[in-house]
């Protein structure tokens, strides 16, 4: 062999070690990032509901107490403006980021359809369930399935629902089929899709429930939505046409937050934020 390229050969084996050793290459798929965020806190497992396998993480310590329930955003559905992702796992779980965060006694996290599971196990996983289905009505039923069976595990009979940017909308719109829901937080949540679209030039996402139409099915529920004042993906306008299709604002607040843009500044604030007092419904 000649000297360059047994020179090129130990090159590559040398790299290859290094990435078994330092677990550098493997730690680089959304699957090991979402697990080293999540391991050191959570149980890990997978659950069925509905047409879709779901991955959970979850920490239950007190049996009996309420359950708050993180969904996530929706990941990686875009590669560009017109290409959509082959797989929409995120790279950086921003709602899982929070769970870890929730001083709670019992938190669970679910993560999308189509996220951190194989294809193999969700057969009808296509580019339309984190493109224009994100919010279907098979994947808010499948969310809600889930929910009970975490539920049940935890023997709670209160759920608290925390959503991140499209994981906002999936929380309402589960909230609306269910209840045992106690409150409501959306995190940069996209809650009107329809007036987001309009607001971004973009197709709108048939095939989706829209959390906007559901508003007033939900007004009874303590509600706060939080918005990045740098946020230029979701603006306050979407949560302010959620608020005004509600009808009430008695139970529903909007709370703009300094310094956070659509990704960063959440995880910091988190610990914070969720101790903020939820409105009281009925007081002004």
Request: hydrophobic letters at 40%; proline letters at 4%.
């Amino acid at each position: 062999m000649p000297e360059a390229n047994l020179k090129q050969c130990f090159m590559q084996l040398g790299f290859v070690l290094l990435c078994l050793l330092s677990q550098g290459c493997a730690s680089n798929t959304p699957q090991t990032i979402a697990s080293d965020i999540a391991d050191k806190w959570f149980k890990s497992t997978e659950l069925k509901g509905g047409e879709f396998v779901l991955q959970v993480y979850y920490r239950f310590d007190q049996l009996e107490a309420p359950l708050s329930v993180y969904i996530e955003g929706d990941g990686k559905a875009w590669l560009n403006k017109n290409r959509a992702s082959r797989n929409p796992s995120p790279r950086n779980p921003i709602g899982l980021s929070l769970a870890v965060r929730d001083p709670g006694k019992n938190v669970m996290y679910i993560a999308r359809p189509c996220q951190y599971v194989s294809f193999e196990k969700n057969p009808q996983c296509d580019y339309t369930y984190w493109t224009n289905r994100r919010f279907a009505p098979e994947v808010i039923a499948s969310v809600s399935a889930v929910i009970d069976l975490g539920k049940k595990k935890a023997k709670a009979s209160k759920v608290n629902l925390i959503g991140y940017s499209g994981g906002g909308a999936v929380a309402l719109l589960a909230a609306a089929r269910r209840s045992d829901v106690t409150s409501i937080r959306t995190v940069a949540g996209n809650i009107d899709h329809r007036v987001w679209t309009k607001q971004h030039k973009v197709d709108s996402l048939n095939g989706s429930l829209n959390a906007a139409d559901v508003a007033d099915k939900v007004s009874a529920i303590s509600q706060i939505h939080y918005v990045g004042e740098r946020d230029k993906v979701i603006g306050r306008y979407v949560t302010e046409s959620f608020i005004f299709k509600a009808g009430s604002e008695n139970c529903i607040q909007l709370k703009m937050v300094s310094g956070a843009t659509h990704t960063k500044g959440w995880e910091t604030l988190w610990p914070k934020l969720i101790r903020e007092k939820l409105p009281i419904c009925g007081e002004k």
